[in-house]
């Protein structure tokens, strides 16, 4: 069993357009020439799947703006079924949040999926801790990018020392923070995020982490709070995997976050 904690998906209609603007961000600002591993569609998704031998793909839809809070869940429900389980989408200035959790929660997800820099809100900010409390109040996951973002140049909101504040108040053990911890700032994830109760996931850090952080990072934190992830389209699953049988995790550990510990978080 193999499922990917962390892909990305986007309808028909946009779905082009929306990767060549983000791979036009990472070209302009950091020289990145990115290969996409698929198209971005639920479609193409599927067939990815397939061929990567992944069993379940969890999306996680981002909401850029609060007007977006209906059309992404409306298609986050859409295409959900028993290949591809949707977080749910919503900003942090959205109004009513309370009453649009217990929404997000009465409609099946499990969690939702939060971007500082793209949601333009510190994660230190009031109104981003009071909705992942709210969300974790109500037994939501919320899943969050830590750390730098490909794209986007500094000051980061999602800077590691504004995970850290936010950590201190909310509940950690529903918070899954991607990229192992904190995208290319992952020494200071092992100096302040390692004592936290929040997962990890793997995603797209294959190509940017040293293996040998990456293994004491595993170690460090537990196998546990470790959630296979891949980031698709912007890293194959089969790339992340390759990575982590580098790291020559023990069997245990392999199963508990290529499939267990996600199977746990979702109830299955």
């Known amino acids: 069993m193999l499922i990917d904690f962390h892909v990305h998906t986007f309808p028909e209609s946009i779905a082009e357009k929306t990767l060549q603007l983000l791979l036009g961000n990472m070209r302009d600002t950091y020289n990145i020439d990115q290969t996409l591993s698929y198209g971005g569609t639920p479609h193409l998704l599927l067939e990815s799947m397939k061929e990567n031998d992944v069993d379940i793909s969890v999306t996680m839809p981002i909401a850029t703006k609060p007007s977006q809070y209906d059309s992404i869940n409306k298609f986050a429900r859409s295409i959900t079924n028993d290949k591809i389980i949707s977080f749910g989408a919503i900003h942090p200035r959205n109004t009513d949040i309370e009453y649009k959790i217990c929404e997000l929660k009465e409609q099946g997800f499990k969690g939702i999926k939060l971007h500082p820099d793209y949601q333009d809100t510190n994660a230190d900010d009031d109104e981003f801790i ?52 904190g995208f290319n700032q992952w020494n200071e994830v092992e100096k302040y995020i390692i004592n936290s109760k929040a997962y990890f996931d793997l995603s797209v850090v294959s190509r940017f982490m040293d293996i040998n952080q990456y293994r004491r990072i595993i170690e460090n934190h537990g196998a546990d709070r470790i959630l296979f992830g891949s980031d698709m389209p912007w890293e194959s699953p089969v790339d992340t995997l390759e990575f982590m049988k580098k790291a020559n995790v023990s069997d245990t550990d392999f199963e508990l976050i290529t499939h267990k510990n996600a199977e746990r978080i979702l109830g299955m």
């Open 130 to 181: 009071n909705l992942v409390k709210c969300a974790t109040e109500k037994g939501m996951y919320v899943t969050i990018h830590a750390g730098h973002d490909t794209g986007i140049l500094p000051p980061f909101k999602g800077d590691i020392m504004r995970i850290r504040k936010m950590l201190d108040k909310v509940d950690n053990s529903f918070i899954i923070l991607a990229h192992m911890g």
